[in-house]
């Protein structure tokens, strides 16, 4: 386990140096950069201390075991230490796993309605209010970026689809394994006999682009304007605020229409746009990487089904976790898990992908 700590310590003490650089603290990226890095570091040195000293008390223990008087005691040390050992080993890997490029972005969140009509529309917005719940829990902040509402039932309100910001700490670490096709299974309110639906949304989860990554030349975008739709009201749909970018080389389009601002909405979707276009390079890169490979782990592939949500049994499945026994990963707690709970489902998930890209790494 010790092979890379020379490395790892010697980083910590070069990340520290930078630190205590004054010249640091004005280039705001750069800092933050270097602090993220730090932190990360600083973890993975205190882990290599406490192997350190657990493997070097687990020997000392040798001697003490020979002795009667002292055997018993010597006996509880050895069975503590035999399973914090491999503990710390395991989180040493954990942290020394490669690092995913977009680790510490913030992310554009995109849910639509897939197969299901009004009911698919509905599930939409029931998974876009369960995520604003979890950031609220996480101390994120939220911004709709773009939004198509309608309304179900008289009172249901529902999104054939929304675009959303949301910013903070280790945001993208931990949404980034929710893209994909989620399924929901329950009677919609719409139904007058009883009977179960099946309806989709799609999730997608784009790491917010940096400036520097993505270029958007003024000749390889087309920019129109028009009044926006949806209900009426003061100022609304009496100016050409609403916005549509097409951006000509991709064929990308992105429409903004929630603020009365032209200005701002062409910000909005140029942000979203942004994001659209990183995620596009990251998919052909992957694809290109995937060639080579039987398998991709937690590639967030859009176009296979993920999870379910079985409101009659209270139930949440998620695919693609499966025990040794083959069975899947599930927790009968939905009416929680909807309402923002979702801090199980994250860490099950994200513990699945760690173990597989662990597997990837030790095949090597």
């Known amino acids: 386990m010790f092979f890379r700590t020379d490395e790892i310590e010697a980083r910590l003490g070069e990340l520290d140096r930078q630190l205590m650089d004054p010249s640091i603290s004005g280039q705001r990226d750069r800092y933050r950069q270097v602090t993220r890095e730090h932190a990360e570091v600083s973890r993975m040195v205190t882990l290599v201390h406490q192997l350190r000293d657990a ?19 010597a006996l509880l040390d050895k069975e503590r230490l035999d399973a914090q050992i491999p503990e710390l080993e395991q989180a040493l890997r954990l942290l020394m796993l490669p690092k995913d490029p977009y680790e510490g972005r913030n992310l554009i969140l995109e849910i639509r309605a897939g197969t299901g009509g009004d009911e698919a529309a509905l ?34 309100n529902g999104f054939k689809e929304v675009i959303c910001l949301i910013t903070g700490d280790t ?11 989620h399924r929901v299974q329950r009677v919609p309110v719409t139904e007058t006999q009883g009977r179960i639906h099946t309806s989709a949304a799609t999730v997608a989860i784009l790491p917010e682009a940096d400036e520097v990554e993505i270029k958007i030349r003024a000749e390889d975008l087309r920019t129109d304007v028009f009044r926006a739709g949806g209900p009426g009201g003061q100022s609304v749909n009496t100016t050409d605020s609403a916005v549509r ?30 994001a659209r276009l990183l995620e596009r390079e990251r998919s052909q890169q992957a694809a290109a990487e995937a060639a080579d490979r039987k398998a991709q782990v937690g590639s967030g592939d859009r176009s296979e ?19 040794t026994d083959g069975s899947t990963f599930t927790l009968y707690k939905l009416d929680k ?12 998930v994200t ?14």
């Open 55 to 73: 493997e070097t008390e687990r020997q000392d223990l040798a001697e003490l075991l020979q002795d009667p008087d002292m055997r018993d005691m």
């Open 123 to 156: 599930f939409a917005g029931d998974l876009f209010r369960m995520y604003c719940r979890y950031a609220d829990t996480q101390g994120w902040r939220t911004e709709i970026l773009s939004a198509s509402e309608i309304t179900v039932a008289g009172s249901a």
């Open 171 to 181: 945001v993208y670490s931990q949404l980034k394994y929710e893209a994909g096709v």
């Open 245 to 274: 970018l097409t951006h000509l080389p991709t064929g990308l389009v992105v429409i903004c229409q929630d603020e009365k601002s032209q200005i701002k909405n062409k910000a909005k979707a140029l942000k979203v746009l942004s």
């Open 305 to 323: 089904r993920i999870r379910t949500y079985n409101f009659p049994q209270n139930r949440l499945t998620d695919h693609r976790v499966t025990g």
């Open 337 to 348: 898990i909807i309402m923002g709970d979702l801090q199980e489902v994250i860490t099950g």
């Open 351 to 364: 513990s699945h992908f760690q173990a597989e890209l662990l597997k990837e790494q030790e095949g090597r």
